[in-house]
């Protein structure tokens, strides 16, 4: 669904020079939830705006579905760590946004999102003002306005940052079974492990900056039904938490 080969990005000129990522490559498999976790300040935002086709890569290219992120435009959705959503516009609004840019019809576009409102526990709010809901409802309604446009793949970059930590077990849940009832493929940028753990088919680790792959792990503990806060205190999770912790902590040299 989509493929990174050799990524690299860099920035500036001599003294002023920063490499921030250096050929990461890897594979987005149809349905599937692939988190990125890496030591603070080591290009994971870099990475995501390459993926996102917001930042050209110095090297190497992002493909999705066989097209070049570049010209991928609608095949790629994203939400980001703040909902931003437009104060002065209700829920059914915002959630409308992005089919409003993209010219679709006002009748086509309102279906659309009341079907969504609806199925993900918002039916009653739809006329509400952002300001009224709490965050976890307003990262719902972020959701469903990057499902509006039907996405072939969803970006989440660290999204559930600005939540209280109840509020955060509950949306990975809750953003774990939209995604799958709506046969998305999707990526999570975090610096969690456990939510990375909790959400994702596999974890990729990048090294410190300059960002290379250094390990990629397969979750194997059941997908449907996943409970963020039960997880904790499963085996196979602490395992993959030690596991994954180790790769992180692992000094540079040994790379």
């Given at each position: 669904m989509?493929?990174?080969e050799?990524?690299?990005?860099?920035?500036?000129?001599?003294?002023?020079?920063?490499?921030a990522?250096?050929?990461v490559?890897f594979?987005?498999?149809?349905?599937?939830?692939?988190?990125?976790?890496?030591?603070?300040?080591?290009?994971?935002?870099?990475l995501?705006?390459?993926?996102?086709?917001?930042?050209?890569?110095?090297?190497?290219h992002?493909?999705?579905?066989?097209?070049?992120?570049?010209?991928?435009?609608?095949?790629?959705?994203?939400?980001?760590?703040?909902?931003?959503?437009?104060?002065?516009r209700?829920?059914?609004?915002?959630?409308?946004?992005?089919?409003?840019?993209?010219?679709?019809?006002r009748?086509?576009?309102?279906?659309?999102?009341?079907?969504?409102?609806?199925?993900?526990?918002?039916?009653?709010?739809?006329?509400?003002?952002?300001?009224?809901?709490?965050?976890?409802?307003?990262?719902?309604?972020a959701?469903?306005?990057?499902?509006?446009?039907?996405?072939?793949?969803i970006?989440?970059?660290?999204?559930?940052?600005?939540?209280?930590?109840?509020?955060?077990?509950?949306?990975?849940?809750?953003?774990?079974?939209?995604?799958?009832?709506?046969?998305?493929?999707?990526?999570?940028?975090?610096?969690?492990?456990g939510e990375?753990?909790?959400?994702?088919?596999?974890?990729?680790?990048?090294?410190?900056?300059?960002?290379?792959?250094?390990?990629?792990?397969?979750?194997n503990?059941?997908?449907?039904?996943?409970?963020p806060?039960?997880?904790?205190?499963?085996?196979?999770f602490?395992?993959?938490?030690?596991?994954?912790?180790?790769?992180?902590?692992?000094?540079?040299?040994?790379?």
């Amino acid at each position: 669904m989509l493929k990174a080969e050799q990524v690299g990005a860099s920035f500036g000129s001599g003294k002023q020079f920063v490499e921030a990522i250096r050929d990461v490559s890897f594979e987005l498999r149809q349905g599937e939830t692939l988190a990125i976790v890496g030591p603070s300040g080591c290009g994971k935002s870099t990475l995501f705006n390459v993926i996102a086709g917001l930042l050209k890569p110095t090297r190497g290219h992002v493909e999705v579905a066989g097209i070049r992120v570049d010209d991928a435009a609608g095949h790629v959705g994203y939400m980001l760590q703040k909902d931003l959503l437009l104060p002065w516009r209700s829920v059914i609004d915002n959630v409308m946004l992005g089919l409003e840019v993209r010219g679709a019809a006002r009748q086509t576009s309102r279906d659309i999102a009341m079907k969504l409102i609806r199925a993900y526990g918002l039916n009653g709010f739809e006329n509400a003002k952002p300001a009224t809901l709490s965050g976890g409802m307003r990262q719902r309604v972020a959701i469903m306005r990057t499902l509006a446009f039907d996405p072939q793949v969803i970006l989440l970059d660290e999204p559930f940052s600005a939540l209280d930590f109840q509020t955060r077990l509950l949306l990975q849940a809750d953003v774990s079974r939209i995604i799958a009832e709506n046969g998305k493929s999707a990526i999570l940028v975090t610096h969690d492990i456990g939510e990375a753990i909790a959400m994702a088919d596999r974890v990729l680790v990048l090294s410190a900056r300059p960002a290379t792959v250094r390990a990629l792990h397969v979750i194997n503990l059941p997908k449907a039904g996943r409970d963020p806060v039960a997880l904790r205190t499963d085996a196979a999770f602490q395992a993959y938490f030690a596991k994954i912790w180790a790769d992180l902590e692992m000094p540079a040299a040994a790379t």
